[in-house]
């Protein structure tokens, strides 16, 4: 069975700092992977994906991700962090093309100035 | 242009009624899908549909119907409203197909309340 951990339920940086949201993941066979951020009281927002080639991923708003396939982990990044990055952050797991997403638990990041 | 919006934003409702939310995207998706979100924000597929046909179906409770009339529109009619019901629920669609990116785009949510 596929299944998706964030062990984190919250996570606090000062502005300007880097930032990692983490997730470990379980699948038989390959993995599409995939973070999502909610704004309050927003739906959810595609961030980027991991499909395959290039273990790093580059998305939106200066976020990167990198899959780590012996550990299992698709670490959530960014160098630099805002206050506006502020958000509920949900990392995803499918197994195939048009298979349904899988989320983990949510990572409420926090930014402080 | 909203890409996937979804009607009612807020459903205040008493237990053992019946009510509706319609979702519908114009981004010419073919496969649509209805999320649960609870309180604690966990999130979880309860159905999904391509091309008009049902593909996934988690353990949802039968008072649970999902329909879609065309592949721009998947309504979700609950009967029988109980407590337990009160989440939120998103719609999403994305593009099936081998050579498609499959990243889901959601709508704003129904924020569905039960008395």
């Known amino acids: 069975a596929q299944s998706v951990a964030q062990p984190e339920d919250q996570v606090k940086v000062a502005e300007g700092n880097p930032l990692t949201v983490k997730c470990t993941y379980s699948?038989?066979?390959?993995?599409?992977l995939f973070w999502y951020v909610q704004y309050p009281n927003r739906g959810l927002q595609f961030l980027l994906k991991?499909?395959?080639?290039?273990?790093l991923v580059k998305g939106s708003y200066g976020f990167e991700a990198e899959f780590n396939k012996s550990q299992t982990s698709f670490h959530l990044k960014k160098p630099s962090a805002l206050v506006s990055d502020s958000a509920l952050y949900f990392c995803?797991?499918?197994?195939?093309?048009?298979?349904?997403?899988?989320f983990g638990q949510g990572t409420e990041l926090s930014v402080k100035p | 242009d909203t890409a996937v919006s979804q009607t009612p934003k807020y459903l205040v409702t008493q237990m053992g009624n019946d009510k509706s939310i319609k979702c519908e995207q114009n981004?010419?998706?073919?496969?649509m899908y209805w999320y649960k979100q609870d309180s604690k924000k966990f999130l979880k597929i309860m159905f999904s549909?391509?091309?008009?046909?049902?593909?996934i179906n988690e353990t949802v409770p039968n008072r649970f119907s999902p329909k879609s009339p065309d592949k721009a529109h998947l309504n979700l009619h609950i009967n029988s409203l109980e407590l337990g019901d009160s989440a939120v629920y998103f719609c999403?669609?994305?593009?099936?197909?081998?050579?498609?990116?499959?990243?889901?785009?959601f709508g704003p949510g129904t924020r569905l309340t039960v008395l």
């Open positions: 999403a669609s994305s593009l099936s197909g081998r050579s498609a990116y499959n990243e889901q785009f």
């Open positions: 699948v038989s066979g390959n993995p599409y």
């Open positions: 991991y499909i395959t080639g290039d273990n």
């Open positions: 995803a797991v499918s197994r195939r093309q048009g298979g349904k997403l899988i």
């Open positions: 981004l010419g998706h073919d496969t």
């Open positions: 549909y391509n091309n008009k046909e049902l593909i």
